[in-house]
């Protein structure tokens, strides 16, 4: 095993209220839950629990609110091995997601942004020190997007490879994607960035890569769900990989399950195929299991169930 560089995710940090029901409700409609749960979560801190619990060197930048969401949950990232110094205290709630699971594991999501949106460029002062040419920085759309753009700059200037999840899908500015090293999105952010709807016909997802390839991102990665995953680079090399079937429990924070064991792979230099797998493994994984960052895997259970999948060694690229 080698050194592997830093990993420093800029990002958001929720307490999730879960309600799992039968079916989402209707607008104008009050349902009742048998099972209504607390959970940590948040975008950014999943992802970082995720690549932390693959093997990687993690370090968050966020903000959580002076209550007591804020510091179950960052006491709970420390555990899982995230680096939490950086994380700062606000004067105001902690972030919080509305989230609704029903019978097939499908969620929807509303998020309260709280201390995410009141998180500051001063606050991320410390991050350029973190950057390096072997450095990872990864961001999605939960933080305002003025910390977005200084973390970029600094990771230009610094080195490093920047990945972004633009998740929410939300608008960004368009000079931004020449930027960004890996996008990794799922169907709804690649029809909201490309307007490129897949409608079951996965054809179009070489398509949609394509678009978001010319628009100056390097490699685009596209998480399908049950379908698996997509990767196409500038070079036009293209992957595509079947996902583990598993009882589907809850989908939430299975694209973040994605995207931290991803880089992880990526920092290993691990053949790309079996990054996608083991991505997408961690990822089933993720989805047979109820919460967010309580649902993610590490490693050593990520190999084992790709070992009782026959699908552990790939040929390399
Ligand atoms: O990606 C899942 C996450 O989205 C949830 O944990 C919720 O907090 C929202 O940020």
């Known amino acids: 095993m080698f050194p592997i560089g830093k990993i420093v995710v800029v990002g958001s940090i929720n307490m999730d209220f879960v309600y799992y029901v039968r079916n989402h409700p209707l607008p104008g409609e009050t349902i009742s839950s ?34 007591p969401f804020g510091r179950d949950i960052v006491d709970g990232l420390g555990q899982y091995g995230v680096n939490t110094e950086k994380i700062v205290r606000k004067e105001t709630t902690t972030g919080t997601a509305f989230i609704t ?62 990945y972004l999840n633009p998740a929410p899908a939300a608008s960004v500015p368009k000079d931004i994607f020449p930027q960004i090293d890996v996008l990794v999105l799922n169907e709804t952010e690649v029809e909201f960035f490309t307007g490129i709807r897949f409608d079951d016909d ?17 490699e685009v990665v596209v998480t399908l769900g049950d379908k698996g995953s997509f990767y196409m680079n500038r070079q036009g090399k293209v992957i595509y990989t079947s996902a583990c079937r598993v009882n589907a429990v809850d989908t939430t924070a299975a694209g973040d399950t994605f995207i931290g064991t991803f880089i992880v792979e990526r920092q290993r230099l691990s053949p790309l195929k079996e990054c996608l797998l083991r991505a997408g493994a961690a990822s089933a994984i993720a989805v047979s299991r109820a919460g967010a960052q309580e649902s993610i895997p590490r490693a050593d259970e990520v190999a084992l169930f790709m070992k009782q999948l026959n699908i552990e060694r790939q040929p390399e690229d």
Not at 38 to 66: E, H, I, P, R, W
Not at 139 to 152: D, G, H, T, V
Not at 202 to 218: C, P, T, W
């Open 34 to 67: 048998d099972k209504a749960e607390l959970k940590s979560g948040g975008k950014g801190a999943n992802q970082a629990v995720a690549a932390a619990l693959a093997g990687g060197n993690v370090t968050l930048f966020g903000a959580v609110g002076n209550d």
């Open 202 to 218: 996965f054809s179009r997802v070489h398509q949609a890569a394509d678009h978001l390839l010319q628009a100056g991102v390097k």
């Open 101 to 162: 699971v029903n019978d097939a594991g499908e969620n929807t999501i509303v998020i309260g942004e709280g201390a995410n949106g009141r998180l500051s460029v001063e606050d991320l002062a410390d991050l350029p020190g973190l950057l390096d040419p072997a450095s990872v920085l990864l961001l999605q759309n939960e933080i305002p997007w003025s910390c977005a753009e200084y973390a970029i700059e600094a990771a230009r200037k610094q080195g490093g490879k920047v």
